[in-house]
């Protein structure tokens, strides 16, 4: 059974993750605004794993006997200057998550809540990788500068994203 403290904690986690694919999504629509279709297809990949991660938390909460209270959503950031903005600020976003996730696994720790613990590794190491593919990406965008034959180049690249089709299949077998 989960404590009302993890309870909270983890519905207040559900919020940011739909959160961050509202914000993905806001930021595939710029991408789509300035003719960046394979950068637009990367964001609606990112949009869909957040959903994805939303529901592994929703699931969680029904598995451990809890109860699912969804939150409103914020407005997302609606202006980009640039692609590099965009990274910037979706680098800043995922480290801001980490945080919110080493905080959940801190409390299931203080708590002894050994199922959240083992729950939330999953989290922990999606971080790295949420994280590593921004950083990825934003390094890339810096170098190009003002190329723009080459930051088509990127474009046709990030067009190649595949969907999240395991992240969906842990979520669906739960
Ligand atoms: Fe759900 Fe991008 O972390």
């Known amino acids: 059974m989960l404590s009302k403290r993890m309870e909270e904690a983890i519905n207040d986690q559900i ?5 961050s694919a509202y ?9 789509d605004s300035i003719n960046l279709p394979g950068f637009a297809h ?3 990949i990112q949009f869909q794993e957040e959903q994805a991660h939303a529901l592994k938390f929703y699931e969680f909460v029904y598995d451990r006997g809890g109860k699912v209270v969804l939150k409103p959503l914020g407005q997302p950031p609606v202006e980009f200057q640039s692609p590099v903005d965009a ?5 800043a976003h995922e480290r801001r998550i980490t945080g919110h996730i080493n905080d959940l696994y801190a409390l299931a ?3 002894k809540d050994f199922a959240s613990q083992s729950f939330l590794q999953w989290f922990v190491e999606e971080q790295v990788e949420e994280e590593k593919n921004a950083s990825d990406i934003l390094e890339m965008l810096k170098r190009v500068g003002d ?6 180049m990127i ?3 990030l067009a190649q994203r595949p969907a999240p089709a395991e992240t969906q299949a842990d979520t669906a077998s739960e």
């Open 87 to 91: 990274f910037e600020q979706t680098m």
């Open 42 to 44: 990367w964001m609606k």
């Open 147 to 152: 190329h723009y034959h080459t930051l088509l």
């Open 15 to 19: 919020q940011r993750e739909f959160e």
């Open 23 to 31: 914000i993905y999504l806001s930021m595939a629509a710029y991408f």
């Open 155 to 157: 474009d046709r690249e």
């Open 109 to 111: 720790i203080e708590e």
